[in-house]
Nanobody
Framework: QVHLVESGGDLVQPGGSLRLSCAAS????????VAWFRQSAGKEREGVSC????????YYADSVKGRFTISRENYKKTVSLQMNTLKPEDTAIYYC?????????????????????WGQGTRVTVSS
């Protein structure tokens, strides 16, 4: 059974940085596409960034491109999201997701609907 636990969320000032981590268990991470999603108040969950199997291709939403970096360490079964130059609009609950579906392994951003295993989320608040 897949189990995901996110951590690292915090209150940070605009322009600051945070590093989110996701600890995975119950799977061989190298065979999965991994992703970070976020959901802010009154909005639907959106895909922020993802890594396809083999870490190619990599996807970033336009709103975070150049500021966020996704990475994974398969042997540690961890997925990270380095977030720099944070903005108030980045405020949200961030979720780690994985998908073992072939279409996600091939191109994660085209298969966000296949990410059905989630953690409990970690809250990021960007405010002065």
């Amino acid at each position: 059974q897949v189990h995901l636990v996110e951590s690292g969320g915090d209150l940070v000032q605009p322009g600051g940085s945070l590093r989110l981590s996701c600890a995975a268990s119950g799977l061989s991470l190298e065979y999965y596409a991994v992703a970070w999603f976020r959901q802010s108040a009154g909005k639907e969950r959106e895909g922020v960034s993802c890594l396809s199997a083999g870490d190619d291709p990599i996807y970033y939403a336009d709103s975070v491109k150049g500021r966020f970096t996704i990475s994974r360490e398969n042997y540690k079964k961890t997925v990270s999201l380095q977030m720099n130059t944070l903005k108030p609009e980045d405020t949200a609950i961030y979720y780690c997701g994985v998908s073992g579906r072939f279409e996600a392994q091939l191109n994660c951003s085209a298969a966000f609907n296949t990410f059905t295993d989630w953690g409990q989320g970690t809250r990021v608040t960007v405010s002065s």
